[in-house]
């Protein structure tokens, strides 16, 4: 009996623990939708900054209490898709920041494509203290924060569109990259 008890705690406790990673989901498509419909562009990166705090706390509970289970580690993944990659990418898309379509365009294409790859290789690969290429969270919180710095800048032209790109290349490129990093 006391085993059947123990079974029930745990369960109740995985529970919590996946409705956190549920609020950051839902933080995300908050950003999403802050960004589009309202054009609250500072909105939505708060959103997702808090996105990130409690991406940065669920995953280390769950381990803390060994209560990590599959549907945790989904869920994680399904939240830095929608909030990391995703939601900077519709910042990036309404601020409207480029002039050239193409760029942008690629832009969004490369770091979308980077961080599903980096998210599929993680949890193929997962093992220990490290993983391979910048995590998501990462690249989107840096991503998000450059975002508005250029759109309260109000960086224009060729020249802006080509540090934009940068941006992009360069996020994607170290979220794909083979790079070990420390998990914090």
Request: hydrophobic share 55%.
């Amino acid at each position: 009996m006391r085993k059947d008890n123990d079974i029930m705690a745990q369960y109740r406790s995985s529970k919590l623990v996946n409705s956190f990673t549920v609020l950051g989901i839902i933080l995300g498509i908050s950003a999403i939708y802050a960004i589009v419909r309202h054009e609250q562009f500072i909105l939505g990166a708060v959103f997702i900054l808090t996105s990130a705090i409690i991406d940065r706390y669920d995953g280390r509970i769950a381990r803390h209490f060994q209560l990590e289970s599959d549907l945790g580690k989904r869920l994680d993944s399904y939240n830095d898709f929608i909030s990391f990659a995703l939601a900077p990418m519709v910042l990036l898309f309404e601020l409207a920041l480029f002039e050239s379509s193409v760029l942008e365009l690629f832009g969004i294409l490369v770091f979308l494509l980077a961080a599903v790859f980096r998210l599929a290789r993680f949890h193929r690969e997962h093992t220990g203290d490290f993983v391979r290429g910048l995590p998501t969270t990462i690249a989107g919180l840096t991503t998000t924060f450059l975002l508005i710095i250029f759109h309260q800048a109000s960086l224009t032209g060729f020249g802006a569109d080509l540090l934009f790109f940068t941006v992009l290349l360069l996020m994607g490129l170290l979220m794909f990259s083979r790079l070990r990093v420390k998990k914090i």
